[in-house]
């Protein structure tokens, strides 16, 4: 397999991973393998049933990954004619893929601490960003660091403000979820206010209006890329953009209606995590082509 196969490889599984804690968390497995971390209820394998099952599945995965990781981290480094920021971006990956490991056990070993999972997925989302980077700049050669142009330099500027706001309500979501605060508010108001009166309906609401800054930022954003005729490849990628925040915001509505039940939930976090993945393609392929006209 070559390095640019192996970085998409790994790039899948991330996105798997992430998704699957969702489902961990949503069916309230997180602590299937008791207090033992690495082992799980005091053992390599465990009778794998119930919650022991789905934990234990997601351990695997993040084994999986680690080994993908450690292969292109590998496969980059060697090659002594790899462009500096690729090699930086691997070994930042290698660095938080081991921080993410450690996150993921302080999560068991302190049984589900809100803060210490809110952290652990903002720390994915990162890693995913860097071996995202991996992928998409690997085959690519030294010039394309060249300097951005003032119009490209603009949409940067904007799509790091997006992607500030995703993962604000990223980390707010998670926090409101493990706190139970899912249904302090209903789909639209707080009880018989529109505004929050308690510490559960205001941690709610900050989720909400940081997805609804983030959801009107990209609209606005796509909008002006259309007026302004940009590259077929800003646009189309701006355009999916919008559709996922759209879909995101109808799988947030949905869940509260549904109760947080288990799927809409775990189709909650994996819109948001395709909308994160596709706003950083959008930010590295404005680099890409930072020269255009």
């Not at 995965?61 to 500096?84: F, H, P, R, S």
């Not at 700049?137 to 030294?142: G, K, N, Y």
């Not at 394309?144 to 403000?161: C, E, F, M, W």
Request: charged share 15%; net charge neutral; aromatic share 8%.
């Amino acid at each position: 397999m070559n390095t640019k196969s192996l970085a998409l490889c790994t790039v899948l599984v991330t996105y798997i991973l992430i998704v699957f804690g969702g489902y961990v968390a949503s069916s309230e497995s997180g602590m299937g393998c008791g207090p033992d971390w690495p082992l799980c209820n005091g053992v390599l394998v465990p009778v794998l049933r119930g919650e022991t099952l789905v934990e234990y599945a997601h351990r695997v995965v993040g084994a999986v990954l680690a080994v993908l990781n450690l292969m292109l981290w590998y496969k980059i480094v060697k090659k002594t004619d790899q462009a500096g920021p690729v090699r930086a971006a691997a070994n930042w990956s290698l660095a938080l893929l081991g921080l993410q490991i450690l996150f993921g056990a302080l999560v068991v070993v302190l049984d589900l601490p809100s803060i210490v999972i809110s952290a652990h997925l903002l720390i994915a989302m990162a890693y995913l960003a860097l071996v995202m980077l991996v992928w998409r700049t690997v085959d690519r050669p030294l010039d394309i660091y060249a300097s951005v142009d003032g119009q490209n330099r603009t949409y940067i500027r904007h799509v790091h403000a997006i992607l500030g706001l995703m993962l604000l309500t990223i980390a707010v979501g998670a926090y409101t979820k493990h706190e139970t605060y899912g249904l302090a508010c209903g789909w639209l108001e707080c009880g018989e206010s529109w505004l929050p009166e308690s510490l559960p309906q205001t941690v709610q609401t900050i989720h909400r209006i940081a997805a609804a800054a983030a959801v009107a930022y990209i609209g606005l954003l796509a909008f002006r890329v259309m007026v302004r005729n940009e590259p077929s490849g800003l646009k189309i990628r701006m355009l999916a953009c919008a559709a996922l925040a759209a879909a995101q915001i109808i799988a947030g509505i949905l869940t509260v209606l549904y109760e947080l039940d288990i799927a809409w939930a775990v189709i909650h976090l994996a819109i948001a995590t395709a909308l994160f993945a596709c706003l950083v393609e959008v930010r590295i392929w404005l680099k890409l082509h930072g020269s255009d006209e």
